[in-house]
């Protein structure tokens, strides 16, 4: 996707090294949220890497969620809040990184991540406008 910037505290991390998993965001039928998140694997920890476009608040503040597995899925396990970044939106585009040694303590394939709005926000919908199953590679 073009237009993003990652954090380029960040950048030397990725240098020579391949996302070992990602996830595709996709909005609902009406929605036109897109977007891509990386996984790396680093020396100081999972280094995560997303690049969103369409967000429906031109200016606005959105964070990640993590849920389980397909196997945790309908056993309560869902909804768990691990250390994602903000994504703070500009005309409708956003990125996002952060590094977390959480992530490198869970098998991340497989897993919905999920996006929604803020609850930092005003309006703080609890509803994900978007969501992507992270897979290998």
Partial sequence: ?????????????????????????????????????????????????AQIEGLPRFNGIYEFDLEGDERERGTGQTGRCFPFPLVYAR??????????????RIPLCGHRILLRESRKSLTGQANPIAEGVIQSG
């Fill in 91 to 104: 005309n409708g585009k956003g990125s996002a990184s952060c590094i977390s040694e959480t992530l490198r």
């Fill in 1 to 49: 996707m073009d237009g993003f910037q990652m954090n380029p505290g960040y950048e030397f991390l990725k240098k020579g090294r391949k996302p070992y998993a990602s996830a595709i965001l996709r909005g609902g039928r009406a929605s036109l949220v897109k977007g891509e998140i990386f996984f790396y694997d680093t020396p100081l920890g999972i280094l995560m890497s």
